[in-house]
């Protein structure tokens, strides 16, 4: 407690270490009651108001939560622990300015503070802030695997991955016996793509007893990558066993059921078990929701959230979960839900978000370019809200739409040259397709939070594998890449901006859809220039009549008012690549074949200036 706080007896000390037990247990019932018995005897002690609105928060019940820890706060203004609860409770709330003056406070004493503002900084994709409040105590060798994973992440967003990876190989190689650091060296090479070498680390914590709730989510994140679903799924359930309201791992083992099963109420059972033990918890709810919708039942996840969602004290991340959910099949919902969010949170970016697309499916096309505008100041390059303005621009007959999404000009095609080790593009083609179809899930389900239906999409970045075949593919793709910014040249806008006459793979996946297959409209929000490769097709595909199996440009993933046609077609053809801008609308059409059509897709952002 702060240097003010009066000496209180031993009984009351005594009661608290009981309070404590209870919590390491779990029991926060019990814990729940004895501190209101604390609280009606000692109303002075700022400790025990802060532990229960910590429990009041993780009942789901915010608005106590917030009373209470503002009472610990006037009762004792220096006591740091303070700060950071409801800095943290503000912050899942959705009041950012706030919580960060807070938890700012709070990280001068606690570092559990500063790891809660360094995780908010690189979700807010601002790594150098995130950066400045992790890397001194993981320079010390102290940290642990959440501290890792924000410096590691802040170091690759500031194009510095090299530096993560190097550091905690050397961390390992001093302390070879030391499960912590090959953890820690598994967070690194799972962030650089080096997945084989990550989970080989990652066992080597677990054989030495590193058995925590971190390092089996970290092990199964790899194995997902190589593709041991079995195993990973395993990991999954070992981390939810030690750590039960692990959002994360939830929402990986929710894609790895949905992948083998296709059925969504396997897929989020374990969610439902884990809302018996916490039926308030919102992030809980949320991540069902996400679930949900992602596995094509957004009605349904509107339904789970509704109560939540219409209490009084919802937070603006319930509400804005929900108007997601609400935004496929009633805009007017979700933009009322928007706006509730903002009335609580009005710098909540996510909220804005949602009010900007809900606004265009309820005809206001006008005011959702306002809030996208407002949006780009801070995000100048997210290619979703640039695809949300042009499209109200097209509503508005704003002559800029013509200029950002001219088609016949941005979308271009390029035959690929034939490897310099195989005779002919159809034997490179061929031998390609058997290679990839290996990659592609075996159970034939979706991934959940994709833009595919009926069909399947490989888990791991093609662009760091290490197949020499697959390494030819991304070398065929050197030359038109170059050509396509070559073409582009230099302007003012979102586009041509970003043109440094260079570029680096952002990812990059296979896609097989089967019959009826086809991807609903999207965009890639954290693009550059987009693509589709076509690798195997249907025979008569590529010199039909019909639209069957087409890349269309145009059809917003949003409703709007009146609704919007498809613009621009592109024809598939077997060893053709498409590139485009990623903020162009783009969905394939649906075929009707026995024969899957089989893919390669990526994304380049700008490389460095040359």
Known sequence: MSDSTPTFPATLLDAMRQVGTL????????????????????????????????????????????????????????????????????LNSGRHDEAESLLRRAAQRLPQAALLLARHCNAQQRP??????????????QADAEWVTQHVTALAALGRQHEALAFYRRAADAAPDSPAAAHALAIALGAAALHAEAEHASSHALARGHTTAAVYFTHASNLVALGDFDRAETALRDCLQREPRHIEAHNHLARLVWMRTGDHAQAIATLDQALQAFPGDDALLAAKAAVLQGAGDARGAYASLSAQAARAQATPALLVRAGLAALEFDPDTARALAERALRLSPSATAARNLLAAALLGVGDARGALLHVEALRVNAPDDQYLIALQTTAWRLLGDARYDLFCDYPQLVRQYLLQTPSAWPDLASFLAELKDRLERLHPPDGHPLLFQSLRHGTETTEDLTRHADPLIRALFEAFDAPIRDYLAYLGHGDDPLRRRNRSSYRFNGSWSVRLRRAGYHTSHVHPRGWISSACYVDLPDGMGDASTPDGCLAFGVPSVMTVPALQAEHVVRPEAGRLVLFPSYFWHGTVPFHSDRARLTVAFDVIPGALT
Not at 46 to 66: I, T
Not at 128 to 141: D, F, Q, R, T
């Open 23 to 90: 919590l390491q247990a779990g029991d926060l019932r019990r814990a729940q009651d004895r501190l209101e018995s604390i609280v009606e005897h000692h109303p002075d002690y700022a400790e025990a108001w802060r532990l229960l609105g910590g429990v009041r928060q993780a009942f789901g019940d915010h608005e106590s939560a917030e009373a209470f820890l503002r009472k610990a706060m006037a009762i004792d203004p220096g006591w740091a622990p303070t700060f950071a609860t409801l800095g943290e409770l503000l």
């Open 128 to 141: 150098a802030e995130a950066l400045a409040l992790v890397a001194p105590l993981c320079a010390s060798g």
